[in-house]
């Protein structure tokens, strides 16, 4: 089993920065990709980062270019730096994983993290 604890939320200003962190433990090598999703109060949870095994990252277009996920290794937690963050990015957070153990694919969500942007 995998486990996924997300921090670093809280409340910053309009043109901030945050940085957030999931801490991953369990069958870490089982996992094929790790992701940042956000929901929204009122809508509905929406995909914003991913990277896989072999590095490689996707953004959300609303994200592009402000927000980078990273990750150094497979024990490292995966960290998802958010620049020039606007109102319109409160939300919680979720880390998720997905992989495949004992032949079965398997996705697995943090508890989630609030980010709220205000002035």
């Known amino acids: 089993q995998v486990q996924l604890v997300e921090s670093g939320g809280g409340l910053v200003q309009p043109g901030g920065s945050l940085r957030l962190s999931c801490a991953v433990s369990?069958?870490?090598?089982?996992?094929?990709?790790i992701g940042w999703y956000r929901q929204a109060p009122g809508k509905e949870r929406e995909l914003v980062t991913t990277i896989n095994r072999g590095g490689s990252t996707s953004y959300a277009d609303s994200v592009k270019g402000r927000f980078t996920i990273s990750r150094e290794n497979a024990k490292n937690p995966v960290y998802l730096q958010m620049n020039s963050l606007k109102p319109d990015d409160t939300a919680v957070y979720y880390c998720?994983?997905?992989?495949?153990?004992?032949?079965?694919?398997?996705?697995?969500w943090g508890q989630g993290t609030l980010v709220t942007v205000s002035s």
């Open positions: 369990g069958s870490i090598l089982s996992i094929n990709v």
């Open positions: 998720n994983a997905r992989g495949i153990s004992d032949l079965r694919n398997y996705e697995v």
